[in-house]
DNA sequence: ATGCCTCAGCTCCTGAGA
């Protein structure tokens, strides 16, 4: 079984290249589910018939401009849950589903923007909310999946320039708290189980040649149950699709499982 | 230096992203 995550930053913009990215990987195994992240769009425009047409279902929730999240699948999901049951929220950033008996969630976790914002503000409640929920699944579901767009740096092994980074959004001790928080729940992050080159990240800036400096972070991650730790053989950035034409900002993060 | 890209939208500028 294949998990990927992956922030396509508009899928108006990125459809081809997700269409394109899951038929690069049947070869060598497909993916099972794929969670996208800032859709940037409604639920009325989502290109279900294109996922249909290369072999997947979907299950989405969408939000015009801003957000966006959605599950591609090869099996259809079940017991969808739309955002974190309990948390008034009026953005769209999280979609779970069980395919088999593996529980899937997808996040779009906040921004944050800076740390003395009401928005670091919202990303603190929004986590605590999140926190809850998933410890509440996580009795439900023993194997479960929780991936997406984080927004948060584990530690400086995820920082291009850790020291002028040091306390800005993204690495702010708050936010790697939270991370923890969920990380002492029972997750693991797959990436850091196995044996990964030194400065590995998910995100690029557009700007300033960030991706030809290898000027990034790594904050899309895919943390794990210890049931599902067991079975997971590998976890790679893919980093081919930050090189397309118009790509996102972001590039997928893949999880094997035996 | 608060911009260097990119995207969406009450679109020829602005807000947001990270």
């Known amino acids: 079984m294949k998990l990927a995550t992956w922030n396509v930053n508009s899928l108006t913009v990125r459809l081809p290249q997700v269409l394109e990215w899951l038929q690069s990987q049947e070869a060598n195994g ?17 290109p279900a018939d294109a996922f249909t047409q290369i ?31 309990d948390f008034q929220d009026d953005m769209s950033r999280v979609i779970a589903a069980t395919y088999g008996d593996v529980r899937v969630i997808g996040a779009y976790f906040p921004n944050g ?14 986590l605590d909310a999140l926190r809850e929920w998933v410890k509440a699944e996580m009795t439900q579901h023993p194997q479960l999946v929780l991936m997406g767009d984080y927004n948060i740096t584990f ?23 939270q991370l923890q928080a969920l ?12 044996a990964q080159t030194e400065k590995s990240f ?16 790594r904050i899309d991650h895919i943390l794990i149950s210890q049931a599902l730790k067991e079975k997971a053989s590998a976890c790679v950035i893919d980093k081919l699709p930050r090189k397309n034409e118009r790509p996102s900002d972001h590039t997928p993060v893949v999880l094997s499982l035996a």
């Open 55 to 85: 072999g997947y279902h979907a299950q989405w929730f969408g939000q015009k401009t801003y957000n966006g999240v959605a599950l591609i699948s090869r099996t259809q999901g079940a017991a969808v849950v739309k955002n974190i049951p």
């Open 113 to 126: 923007q800076a740390p003395d914002s009401d928005k670091f503000a919202y990303k603190m409640r929004w």
């Open 30 to 46: 497909p993916i099972d589910v794929l969670a996208l992240q800032e859709l940037k769009m409604s639920d009325d425009k989502f």
């Open 202 to 217: 998910s995100w690029w800036d557009y700007r300033d040649f960030g991706f030809r400096r290898n000027r990034g972070l």
């Open 155 to 177: 530690d400086d092994l995820d920082v291009w320039d850790p020291v002028a980074l040091a306390g800005t959004i993204h690495c702010t001790p708050q936010e790697r708290a």
């Open 183 to 194: 990380v002492d729940l029972g997750l693991h992050d797959s990436f850091r189980l196995f």
